[in-house]
């Protein structure tokens, strides 16, 4: 089964769910957002490569995204650690210590949590939060004619990633972007600020074209994008052409930016600080079978499901 | 580290954290509880003797009798599993119709959630609830001359998990307290509407006596009970004296029977159904080094850290 399919299973056995809409769950009854992030070692991190530290940060940055996404600030998080029993001081203390920095940092409060052994680190992290922003947003908001913006610099992450597993030399900007990601508050701000209406927004925590992909699916619009517009850092192309990599690949399919993808009316757009957010395409017609287009010079290339299932960053494609 | 050092280490890394306090945290701006717990493969469950149903049903249970311990009743959850990438399309469906029929019975929604692989299978589940009371519950909350009263029967849930782990017979009703056990939801609700005052309660997640040390602990109060006033079900006794086993250490130490505990006035007490609430001691006088006396007709243990440590179903005491 691949993610999609684990999905629908899903989907058609509850009820009353909202599970196969967007990363933060809207709780009506308060007004309120929820998200629910797991890392597992040796998937999602190794501890070879990051630090207890950086492993409390990035747990909670990951949920901080997902709200920021919803035009959310985190207010509280509850901590879930599972890991193995006969696991040093050090590490219990470090990861908290990243827990609790990055938690100031942003003005958020650890409500509790849950201690268990397990054989493999397990970070769980629920994060509730208020909206920012008289507005929603969700995967399905696209309209036609709008345009797809972006913030920050794409592929970073998963070309540091690539490093880090590799023993290659990257510049500091690649591997803090995958051992410390940012989240995009300041952006989400900034978003909520200038909106009039709901509008389609996400994280591309999976990268970049699935991000585009599920809002593209959610919404049933195709989009078309140039990706040559997608800004990247030049340590990113620096790292590529040094060791022959196509530095596309990273930015186009690499996951864990954390950055932010909007869908906003031109007139949006143009309200927006253009160092902060840029507009790589725009969205088409209603479409049955939507699909999104990759334009790169004279070539465009047309992005399917099946690509999707094959390409992204899902731990249950293999 | 034992569970205890762990938390320490906790407390002392984080400013802003109310860890150490309940299983519930109370998140003021909304008036609202969140309760988060994770169950792992081979350390909580195994599925040699469970059915994804059940783990599914048992998942959620545990965190609505956490919610129930602080007069809560759940309204949303999240739901973050992680299992093996090549697990079976049956496995998925059947955990989430377990999932789905428990929030049915009780009211809940799935409000969302998050999918990853990996090698064991991990349910993390956060539950948020509203108060069906005016008044708070915490371990600390627990004075002098307070009447201990539980719910249900104590031992069973252990006694069914041993009889499953060592291939022994044992009756119906102990394999369902392990596999399927019921959160004490209509208890609560009694509960909350006979009190007139903050009262100490939690659930007896990691076992009676566990539980009687951290609200003692936690209220510095020292506590006596009587153990032979603790109901427990006649099955136990069978299945004990069938295979030469000690029930009572099931009663004091067997975890995972999630009843309440709460400590109240006498006159509180009198008010209560005693078919549902059994008055099994009293809180003692302040002490700042408080125990827990457990009566057995002439003989007095007193129970204090070293032993709780040595003796609970702690995942870090191994």
Redesign the interface.
């Known amino acids: 089964?691949n993610?999609f399919?684990?999905?629908d299973?899903?989907n058609n056995?509850?009820?009353?769910?909202?599970?196969l809409?967007?990363?933060?769950?809207?709780?009506e009854?308060?007004n309120?957002f929820?998200?629910?992030?797991?890392?597992?070692e040796?998937?999602?991190f190794t501890m070879h490569t990051t630090s207890p530290y950086l492993l409390g940060r990035k747990s909670v940055a990951v949920n901080l995204s997902d709200l920021a996404a919803a035009l959310c600030e985190a207010?509280?998080i509850?901590?879930?650690l599972?890991m193995p029993?006969d696991?040093k001081?050090s590490f219990?203390?470090e990861f908290?210590?990243g827990?609790?920095d990055i938690?100031?940092e942003y003005g958020?409060?650890?409500?509790?949590?849950?201690?268990?052994?397990?054989?493999?680190i397990?970070v769980?992290i629920?994060a509730?939060g208020?909206k920012i922003s008289l507005y929603r947003t969700s995967r399905k908001f696209a309209k036609n004619g709008d345009c797809i913006v972006i913030t920050g610099m794409h592929g970073s992450s998963s070309a540091g990633l690539y490093a880090l597993s590799e023993f290659l030399y990257a510049g500091e900007s690649l591997i803090n972007s995958h051992l410390n990601p940012v989240p995009a508050l300041k952006e989400s701000r900034i978003l909520s600020s200038v909106i009039d209406s709901n509008i389609a927004a996400m994280d591309t925590s999976d990268g970049l074209i699935d991000a585009l992909y599920k809002i593209s699916s959610a919404s049933n619009h195709s989009m078309e994008i140039d990706i040559n517009k997608v800004p990247f850092h030049p340590e990113l192309s620096l790292f590529c052409s040094y060791n022959k990599l196509d530095a596309k690949q990273f930015i186009k399919w690499g996951g864990e930016d954390y950055q932010l993808i909007a869908c906003v009316p031109k007139n949006i757009y143009e309200k927006l600080d253009k160092e902060l957010f840029t507009c790589i395409g725009k969205v088409l017609n209603k479409s049955t079978n939507p699909c999104v287009f990759v334009k790169d010079g004279e070539n465009t290339e047309k992005i399917t499901k099946d690509i999707v299932c094959r390409k992204t960053f899902s731990?249950?494609?293999?």
Chains 1, 2 share one sequence.
């Open positions: 089964m993610e399919e684990i999905l299973v899903i056995r509850l009820s009353s769910s909202e599970f809409g967007d990363d933060c769950a809207f709780l009854d308060w309120i929820v998200t629910h992030d797991t890392l597992v040796d998937v999602h207010k509280y509850t901590v879930s599972s029993s696991i001081k219990v203390e908290y210590e827990i609790n938690c100031n958020v409060k650890v409500a509790g949590g849950d201690l268990t052994s397990s054989e493999k397990v769980s629920c509730v208020k731990h249950f494609n293999n």
